[in-house]
């Protein structure tokens, strides 16, 4: 598993590679979560990531609570259905952004 | 397929997931179901190192089997690790699932992932060791092989 981050605008762009379970999605997290800061607008992109457990849930939520009261913004692209089916069961998918590509997820973040 | 044996570490769910999406082939699941399966062992599995081998400070292995008949797909996980029935674990209801993010407890989302992702699972005791087994159908038009 890789966590690529660059700027577009700005905009943090963060691309995960690879499986998100309990060995890899803590790794992730620690680079994530220092991104969510006050008025950040973060793009995580999904599209490399074909399998993700509560784990990756977990990293979600972390984020999702820190960004929370902080005016940031977070938007996923690229999400697998396997994994939009998992978010979907626990209820994560109605508390996130989601768009199909990355294009669209920038657009998103400038709306 | 050969029973798969690994340390029961973390770094070796890729390896335990790997085993599991070739043994979803071979039974002909669909990709849906395949995804599930791994995820439901994934989940028991990582639950196994988390709540068993780690907090005791055991190390052991874990065994990943699996049998194929003209119906279902079996996987087992074995381990070594203390007593630990997965169906005895607090799962999240209804309330908590629909919860906004910023209350939710998340205990016990693998557990109701892992039930949710099969269509049956069981767990006995046996000389020592956990066994958690996983059921899925198999499509009804897949040919035995």
Do not use: W
């Amino acid at each position: 598993m890789d966590v690529n981050i660059r700027s577009i605008d700005d905009i943090t762009v963060v691309a995960i590679e690879g499986a998100l379970d309990a060995a890899t999605a803590p790794i992730a997290q620690q680079q994530l979560l220092p991104l969510a800061t006050a008025g950040c607008r973060i793009l995580l992109d999904l599209t490399g990531v074909p399998y993700m457990s509560s784990a990756g849930l977990r990293m979600l939520l972390s984020t999702y609570r820190q960004l929370s009261g902080k005016d940031g913004r977070i938007v996923l692209v690229g999400v697998a259905e396997e994994i939009q089916d998992t978010m979907s069961v626990t209820g994560f998918i109605n508390f996130f952004t989601l768009r199909a590509t990355p294009e669209e997820g920038i657009a998103a973040l400038k709306g | 397929m050969e029973p798969l044996t690994v340390p029961g570490m973390l770094p070796a769910l890729e390896e335990i997931g790997r085993y599991v999406m070739a043994a979803a082939a071979e039974a002909g699941l669909d990709k849906r179901a395949s995804y599930r399966l791994r995820l439901a062992v994934d989940e028991i599995a990582t639950n196994i190192v988390v709540y068993g081998y780690q907090p005791s400070g055991t190390e052991g292995d874990i065994i990943v089997s699996s049998t194929i008949d003209d119906h279902v797909l079996k996987i087992a996980l074995e381990d070594t690790g203390p007593e630990f029935d997965p169906r005895q674990h607090a799962m999240p209801d209804e309330d908590e699932l629909t919860r906004p993010l910023e209350d939710r407890q998340m205990g016990g989302l693998g557990v109701y992932l892992a039930f949710e992702g099969v269509d049956d699972f069981h767990y006995e005791r046996v000389d020592g060791r956990n066994r958690n087994i996983f059921v899925v159908n198999r499509p009804s038009a897949a040919p035995a092989t």
